[in-house]
């Protein structure tokens, strides 16, 4: 218990994260066809035209291995007060999102992009508490 009191800032980013990251992959798995149906649109004026399915899968990797990470280090922060995997969960979070948002800038999507700079900042600040 006292691992949880003394890492609850990290726990607690470290959930936002899991949950974040796994319901969006989720989300991916279960409306894949969806998913490229409206990227290949979103993506139609850019650099990406044509890479949709390829670019979705490296997506969804990164934010499921991203997720299931910070999932286990919270259970290594409660089991003992270890942060190893939170911290690789953490910075592959970061870089899975700065994927995202270059897909973002990329298709011009501005509002978008300012979506994932309020996941990203949270991010940046675990990175900095488990340093």
């Known amino acids: 218990m006292e691992h949880i009191f003394s890492n609850a800032a990290q726990i607690l980013l470290l959930l936002f994260l899991t949950i974040t990251l796994l319901q969006s992959g989720i989300d991916k798995i279960m409306d894949w066809n969806g998913n490229v149906t409206w990227l290949k649109d979103h993506f139609s004026k850019s650099i990406f035209n044509g890479m949709v399915p390829a670019l979705l899968g490296i997506v ?48 011009k999507d501005y509002e978008g992009a300012k979506t994932i700079v309020v996941y990203f900042i949270p991010t940046i600040f675990l990175i900095y508490l488990l340093q």
């Open 60 to 107: 969804l990797l990164l934010e499921m291995v991203s997720g299931i990470l910070c999932a286990v280090g919270i259970f290594q922060f409660i089991a003992s007060g270890e942060s190893d995997m939170a911290f690789c969960g953490a910075l592959l979070s970061a870089i899975t999102l700065l994927f995202l948002l270059l897909g973002q800038r990329v298709a």
